[in-house]
């Protein structure tokens, strides 16, 4: 797990104080309730809930501390293996409650509490009592010593009981039939093991209740009579729970023992209250599945009587327990088996903590349904679910406990976005393997996020040097600022997303129609909020595809990437190209060759946009110089390649829609020797001029076609009359169309020896990237640095072209960066003044942000020294702390983003859904309510939760949709959520119209039914 690099330093001091100060042994009990949520136990219940008397757990709190945000896993099994090996279900595998032989196992592998104290000096006796629930199957009963590590086990292996007062228990692999109430077994066999220890100790008491089967216990041991609703039954069970607990604590020196109190999971559906709801209950990822009480009590705990509301989750009980009896963590910990426990000592011994989030995970049976996912929620309450059909769900949990109010969307505020954007990255922690090392994922320019989009409107904007960051002209209307470059990568097992406003970071424009630069281009670029996926594997299959209109890929800025065309071709019947909005079309066969025809048009940086979508036709040397390839740069607009000697290799700059990487223009000289000198690679396309055996078109006029491009149009090289372009000359200059170049490999020439690039302008190669080849584009030039033909890809793709742009991501991902408003403030320089001391600071922030500086002397008290200071032109804030080295041996200064300005928010972390939910029409609707005779359609089907009998968990499949009478089927039945259900409704021919009761029934033939009496209507 990640922690902040601030805090290293603080975190090595404070830990090596903490085993100093519990380096005599201390006794350790751990006591797990079954099923108990935060919502039913009475010192973190809601106000006004209805909870059981728990005195004696609840008195824990006078010796420890009460963590009230304290969360699990979502079930019993994930939760006691995340405990048992501080490590979360992703590594462990175990997901879901065990349910059967077939369920994933704990496995021997593993390296458990009970091993690693076995493996520390002092000897502990250790035991465990109560419910396992870890392995299940044939030959099981004595996992919890073989496969757990206990000396010693006496309870259950099976995950619920089928009476408490008639059932079996294993005490080291021996079975024997007992009638004794299951809670007083495990406190008694507890209390005996407790009392017979003369040196240190550690016991685990995971008791069953209060998990069902629900009933009412003996009554010497609640209050609750002859209660008869599953609530109140549920309720004396608890309080029976506390009785014999009771018992425990009172054989129990708090003085010399560390007493931990935990629920594995949250309430089930059919008891949990407010401010939870069934739908939001144990077996789910909302805060009414997670939540749970957790005390920490004993002697290492410093100023007792406390509550924390820092996240933490069970799976931090690991590496606690273990320092809690002096043990070094990190030293027992085998090599291979990395844990994701971050110990709660700091929080006990009430010092300087670690920033912290909440984690929890759900399997599936297939891991893609839409109840198992992952959560994770931030000391602010802010609450990031990922599911695993590829949704997301955002919540404030200070001010919507039940999650019912999804934030993302449009109108999300800027703290709930900056909050989204980081839990997104958090997540990347919590999968296995982290974020990929690969170009693909890692190449993409993410060092200018932070700085808003900028253009230069007018020639005399850009002489002045007076750009600008809102604008309007044509389709590019930008009224507020919004951030340039890719503001986020997120990645599955099979595709890269990245997400972009199309704008570059560079200054863009100005843009003319004519040479004299008197003429303004019609449109300005906006932002276009792009998502564009790539294929982390590329296919490369031997027929090729043929390039598209519109984006072939992404330079690495997330600006569009066109191939050579500018859309318009020739038409002979007209004698004329067609123009945008003309009267007529071109013919297809001699297609006008975007860099010649709209170069004039293009910034200094080689691009231009089609409506609002800036991008370049050709090799993009702004971009490259800012990628620090071999360009120069002179303020305030111009770039050339520099006349220097190349010496290295040109970088990526851009992605093709097939996954490969473009690069710049130069590459080895030798493509299977990275030793080999760098050089210009030569592009296969000349002129058609008669030179290298072409045909000269100015000679013959342009008749025939090369060979390449009769191939991709499908036609025959030699034309007829009414398919001719027209003659070579002052309106039609050669270079016009791209059809007026020729293929070098179709003339007899050599690939590898006299050029170096195919027909799709690629070549197999060594690159730094690649040191062990791929198959890579270059961006080409000539050798008087002019951009040469075709530019970017050839006219095909050499790969298949499966990427391109989205419109929501139907899949779950991790998030590899975030930027633009959310990027990650980053330290500059500090220098002194000799003279007078002053010193001045710098930092990397975000453009439009507002900061406060402070200082301190410390880092105990810091003084603050600005506030509302903002970054200027980019994103880099400076401020001067005047004699701030005077008479000082050491200074510490750190900068608060306190806000950020208004920008187009179009498109960035958190104001889009990764899919879109279907909708309802409110409770206890189907919508359409109506259907033709003869036709099939879409509806979803609304469910009220306050409905009887009630609607089962969200992970309970829809076992049957039925519409009465005859002629009206449903298939192709799903549920997206606890409420709605969504189904294909066929009316076959002839079938009656009028009203129909609409049946779910949910699970099994005998599972939870609701009916909407005339809920659909079939109609003519």
């Known amino acids: 797990m990640n922690r902040p690099a601030r805090l290293t330093v603080l975190l090595c001091a404070l830990l090596a104080f903490a085993i100093c100060a519990v380096a005599q042994p201390h006794n350790v009990l751990v006591i797990i309730a079954d099923d108990l949520g935060a919502d039913s136990f009475p010192l973190t219940a809601a106000v006004g809930a209805s909870v059981p008397p728990m005195p004696n757990i609840a008195a824990l709190k006078n010796s420890g501390v009460l963590f009230r945000n304290a969360r699990s896993q979502p079930t019993c099994s994930p939760s006691r293996a995340s405990m048992l090996t501080g490590r979360h279900p992703f590594r462990t595998g175990i997901g879901a409650q065990l349910t059967g032989a077939t369920s994933p196992q704990l496995q021997a592998s ?32 004595d996992t919890p010593r073989t496969i757990g590590g206990w000396p010693h086990f006496a309870g259950t292996i099976i995950g619920a009981l089928p009476d408490y007062s008639a ?65 109140t039954q549920y309720e004396a069970m608890c309080e029976a729970l506390d009785t014999e607990i009771g018992r425990v604590l009172a054989t129990v ?184 090392d690969e170009p693909l994922v890692s190449s993409w320019l993410t060092t200018n996020t932070g700085e808003y989009a900028r253009i230069f409107p007018t020639l005399a904007d850009q002489t002045s040097g007076t750009s600008v960051t809102t604008w309007s002209r044509g389709a590019g209307v930008q009224s507020s600022p919004t951030y340039a470059d890719v503001h986020q990568v997120d990645f599955s097992d099979d595709w890269v997303y990245i997400h972009t406003t199309g704008l570059a970071s560079h200054t863009m424009g100005p843009w003319y129609l004519n040479a004299a630069k008197t003429n303004l281009f019609p449109n300005y670029p906006s932002n276009t909020a792009t998502t564009f996926r790539f294929p982390r594997v590329p296919v490369i299959p031997g027929t090729k595809t043929l390039t598209g209109l519109g984006a072939t ?18 038409s002979n019947a007209n004698a004329a190209d067609a123009t945008p909005g ?19 048009t293009f910034d200094p940086a080689l691009a231009h946009q089609a409506g609002n979508n800036y991008h370049y036709h050709a090799q993009p040397i702004g971009l490259r110089f800012q990628l620090g390839d071999h360009v120069d740069f002179t303020a305030p607009n111009s770039y050339t390649e520099s006349a220097a000697a190349v010496t290295k290799h040109s970088p990526i700059l851009a992605w093709a829609a097939d996954g490969l990487p473009v690069y710049g223009p130069y590459g ?54 009414n398919q001719y372009g027209p003659a070579v000359g002052a309106g039609f200059l050669l270079g016009h169309y791209i059809e007026d170049f020729d293929y070098l490999g179709d003339l007899g020439f050599t690939l590898g020896a006299d050029f170096d690039l195919n027909l799709q302008n690629v070549r197999f190669c060594l690159t730094p990237e690649y040191p062990a080849g791929t198959w890579a584009y270059f961006t080409t030039i000539n050798a008087d640095n002019t951009p040469a033909y075709p530019y970017t890809t050839g006219r095909q793709y050499y790969g298949t072209p499966l990427g391109g742009a989205v419109t929501e991501i139907d899949e779950p991902v991790a998030t590899a960066f975030v930027g633009g408003p959310f990027k990650t403030d980053r330290s500059g320089s500090t220098s002194v003044n000799a003279g007078n001391g ?138 997206p959520s606890q409420t709605l259900v969504q189904a294909t409704f066929t009316i076959a021919a002839g079938t009656a119209t009028g009203a129909r009761n609409v049946s779910v029934r949910f699970g099994s033939p005998t599972g939870v039914l609701r009916t909407l009496t005339g809920g659909f209507t079939a109609v003519e």
Request: glycine share 10%.
């Open 110 to 141: 593993e390296f458990t509490l009970p091993e690693s104290f076995a493996a520390n000096a002092p000897s502990y006796a250790m035991a465990m009592f109560g419910k396992w629930h870890l392995n299940s199957g044939a030959g099981t009963n």
């Open 253 to 436: 020196n708090l003085a010399t023992t560390h007493v931990i109190f935990i629920g594995d999971n949250g309430t089930p559906q059919n008891v949990i209250q407010t401010p939870y709801t069934s739908a939001h209950s144990k077996e789910t990822l909302y805060e009414g599945g997670t939540r749970v009480p957790l005390i920490i009590a004993g002697p290492s705990v410093v100023s007792p009587n406390r509550d924390s509301t820092v996240p933490v989750n069970c799976v931090d009980l690991y590496s606690t327990i273990l320092e809690l009896a002096g043990i070094d963590v990190d030293a027992t910990q085998p090599v291979g088996n990395p844990i994701d426990s971050v110990s709660l000592l700091p929080i006990l011994q009430n010092t300087t903590d670690v920033e912290r989030t909440g984690f929890s995970q759900m399997f599936s049976a297939d891991l893609a349904t839409s109840v198992s996912g992952r959560v994770i929620t931030d000391a602010a309450g802010f609450s990031l679910i990922q599911f695993d059909d590829g949704h997301e769900e955002f919540f404030n949990t200070t001010t919507d406990a039940n999650q019912t109010t999804n934030l993302l969307g449009s109108s999300i505020s800027n703290t709930a976005a900056a909050a989204y954007a980081a839990l997104k990255l958090k997540l990347v922690n919590f999968i296995a393997g982290g974020v990929p």
């Open 838 to 975: 002053d010193v001045t600071l710098t930092w990397s922030g975000i453009e439009g942000g507002a900061y406060t500086i402070q200082a301190s002397g410390d880092l105990s008290m810091w003084t603050t020294l600005a506030t509302n200071v903002n970054p200027l032109n980019d994103d880099t804030g400076a401020v001067v702390e005047t004699g701030g080295a005077t008479g000082q041996t050491k200074r510490f200064y750190r900068t608060v983003r306190t806000g950020v300005g208004t920008y187009d928010k179009t498109g960035f972390a958190g104001t889009v859904f990764s899919t879109s939910t279907p909708t309802g029409g409110g409770p206890n609707t189907v919508l359409p309510n109506t259907g033709a005779v003869n036709s099939s359609g879409t509806v979803v089907i609304q469910l009220d939760t306050a409905g009887s009998p009630p609607l089962p968990p969200a992970n309970v499949a829809v076992y049957s949709v039925t519409i009465s009478g005859a002629g009206v089927t449903a298939s192709s039945i799903t549920r």
């Open 553 to 570: 890929g992404r330079m690495v800025n997330g600006v569009s990437m066109f191939d050579s065309r500018d859309a318009f071709s020739y």
């Open 167 to 231: 059932w079996t228990k294993i005490v080291n692999n021996v079975s024997t039939a007992t009638t004794t109430y299951a809670t007083t077994d495990t406190a008694n066999d507890t209390i005996a093991f407790i009392s017979a220890q003369t040196g240190p100790w550690f016991a685990w008491a995971a008791f069953n209740a209060p998990h069902a089967p629900l009933h009412v216990p003996p009554a010497g041991l609640h209050s609750y009579g002859t209660p008869t609703t599953n609530r």
């Open 582 to 600: 003309g009267a007529f079309t071109g013919d297809g066969i001699w297609n006008r060759d975007g860099y010649h025809n709209e170069g004039v």
């Open 668 to 721: 080895y000289g030798d493509p299977n020797n990275a030793s080999s000198a760098v050089r210009r690679m030569v592009s296969g396309f000349v002129l058609r001029n008669g030179a290298n055996g072409t045909t000269n078109l100015a000679s013959t006029g342009r008749t025939t076609l090369p060979a390449w491009a009769a191939t991709v149009q499908n036609r025959s090289a030699t034309l007829a009359a």
